[in-house]
């Protein structure tokens, strides 16, 4: 969903961008209106298995394009849509991870970049989280910023009820997609004081990233303020027990002391 409005912005800003970029935004405007509910599953449960972007990436473009650039209406049945298709290829998207998790753990604890997407500490701290509040510490993390793929990480290497996990993240999509996507219904409307085609994407992509920043940045303050507070955490032996070699448990140690 997002690499569309990316190329659009290349369009944007090149020379004669008001004249050249006419066509090419009404051509992908007619593509995403036919293809946006299909393409915003898939790249959220590309998103879910492997990537781990930012669902801003994705649903804020979403509710961009459910809004009329020259009336400033809304097409509700297309936020609907889109918002169903988002809803449901987020889950089956975590979905997906928790199974790889569950069934690869010990393998996706010995990778490397998986060490530097999540590290040991957030890991330990996020099982101590399920450990006090079960279910509902999964759904707390969809409300923080840099939470959710740590705790889903970790209720999948523990196993956490299927039952469980399907049931805290259909409750909380619901909830967190539809508001994401309602800022991109807030930017589209804000777009309108633009003549130029060129510039309502401009605008509609530099929105998108400092949304993403500014949740980037508070990602960080959190991590920060819980280093600095000594944030409670699970014994070190539950990583070890799952990564089994005595060179991955060193690598764990080493981890947490670097941290």
Not at 112 to 131: A, C, Q
Not at 221 to 238: E, L, Q, S
Request: glycine letters at 10%.
């Amino acid at each position: 969903m997002f690499v569309p409005l990316a190329l659009l912005a290349v369009t944007a800003v090149a020379p004669g961008a008001d004249a050249a970029s006419g066509g090419l935004l009404r051509e992908a405007g007619a593509w995403l209106a036919g293809n946006g509910a299909l393409a915003i599953f898939v790249a959220f449960i590309l998103c879910g298995i492997g990537l781990h972007l930012s669902e801003d990436f994705i649903l804020i473009p979403a509710g961009i394009l459910t809004v009329d650039a020259v009336t400033g209406n809304v097409s509700w049945p297309l936020f609907i849509e889109y918002g169903v298709a988002a809803w449901a290829g987020i889950i089956v998207g975590d979905i997906g991870w928790v199974w790889i998790c569950r069934h690869f753990g010990a393998r996706i604890l010995g990778s490397r970049w998986f060490l530097r997407l999540i590290g040991p500490r957030t890991l330990l701290e996020m099982k101590y989280e399920v450990d006090r509040r079960g279910a509902w510490a999964l759904l707390a993390a969809r409300f923080i910023p840099g939470a959710r793929t740590p705790m889903i990480t970790v209720c999948g290497l523990m196993h956490l009820s299927w039952w469980k996990v399907l049931l805290v993240e259909m409750s909380g999509v619901v909830i967190t997609a539809p508001l994401q996507m309602l800022i991109g219904v807030g930017v589209a409307k804000l777009g309108r004081q633009f003549e130029s085609d060129a510039h309502r994407w401009m605008l509609y992509i530099g929105a998108t990233l400092a949304v993403v920043l500014v949740m980037f940045i508070l990602h960080l303050v959190i991590a920060r303020r819980a280093k600095n507070a000594n944030k409670p955490r699970a014994k070190v032996t539950w990583l070890e027990t799952l990564r089994g070699t005595p060179s991955m448990r060193r690598r764990t140690r080493h981890r947490l002391q670097s941290n």
